[in-house]
């Protein structure tokens, strides 16, 4: 598996089990927030590491457009922009552009709780979910477990996520967590 095809997956199927204990985490976004994580993946005996960012790029009062970005082992993936309903709960299998065209996709929720998490120099007050995840997208089969903290305090909501999936009958372990957070408009 190249490390080109690894950075489509992240992009693809990461928003999957990036959700926020809220209705809609987007739906109090600014243009020009954002949020950048570390990831690290591991499929079998690659292992990779990179960053990603999601950007609010343009909001109204019934949308939000995410600029989603990645650099994976210093090669930079293309970059994708989500269009996201305000107006809607979010649902992370409905988001266009971040699954390919004709993709199934299901999110199962499971456990939650409440902990305090330390990132980066910084305490949130964060909410943990475990979530069961099955995906199919160009005869690819994704299924596993991932767990998400959250905060509402943070753009997008996401402080944290560890998942754990099977992709081509190989197990995919990754983590991504909150590097850094704000908001970079210029006034």
Same mark, same amino acid.
């Given at each position: 598996?190249?490390?080109?095809?690894?950075?489509? +997956?992240?992009?693809?199927?990461? !928003?999957?089990?990036?959700?926020?204990?809220?209705?809609?985490?987007?739906? =109090?976004?600014?243009?020009?927030?954002?949020?950048?994580?570390?990831?690290?993946?591991?499929? @079998?005996?690659?292992?990779?590491? @990179?960053?990603?960012?999601?950007?609010?790029?343009?909001?109204?009062?019934?949308?939000?457009?995410?600029?989603?970005?990645?650099?994976? =082992?210093?090669?930079?993936?293309?970059?994708?922009?989500?269009?996201?309903? +305000?107006?809607?709960?979010?649902? !992370?299998?409905?988001?266009? @552009?971040?699954?390919?065209?004709?993709?199934?996709?299901?999110?199962?929720?499971?456990?939650?709780?409440?902990?305090?998490?330390?990132?980066?120099?910084?305490?949130?007050?964060?909410?943990?979910?475990?979530?069961?995840?099955?995906?199919?997208?160009?005869?690819?089969?994704?299924?596993?477990?991932?767990?998400?903290?959250?905060?509402?305090?943070?753009?997008?909501?996401?402080?944290?996520?560890?998942?754990?999936?099977?992709?081509?009958?190989?197990?995919?372990?990754?983590?991504?967590? +909150?590097?850094?957070? @704000?908001? =970079?408009?210029? =006034?």
């Amino acid at each position: 598996m190249t490390s080109r095809l690894l950075a489509v +997956l992240v992009l693809g199927f990461a !928003p999957l089990v990036a959700r926020g204990d809220d209705d809609n985490p987007y739906k =109090n976004v600014k243009e020009g927030d954002f949020a950048t994580y570390k990831m690290k993946i591991k499929v @079998g005996p690659l292992e990779l590491e @990179g960053t990603t960012t999601q950007t609010i790029v343009a909001k109204t009062a019934t949308e939000a457009t995410v600029r989603i970005t990645a650099n994976v =082992n210093g090669m930079e993936a293309p970059a994708q922009e989500q269009k996201i309903d +305000l107006t809607k709960p979010y649902d !992370p299998t409905k988001v266009g @552009g971040g699954l390919p065209a004709g993709a199934e996709a299901s999110v199962e929720k499971g456990k939650d709780g409440k902990e305090k998490l330390k990132l980066g120099g910084k305490e949130y007050d964060a909410t943990w979910t475990v979530y069961k995840v099955k995906a199919k997208a160009n005869g690819v089969e994704i299924e596993g477990e991932a767990k998400t903290w959250t905060a509402k305090n943070v753009p997008m909501g996401l402080l944290k996520m560890e998942s754990t999936m099977t992709v081509m009958k190989m197990e995919m372990k990754m983590t991504m967590e +909150l590097t850094e957070s @704000g908001n =970079n408009k210029k =006034n």
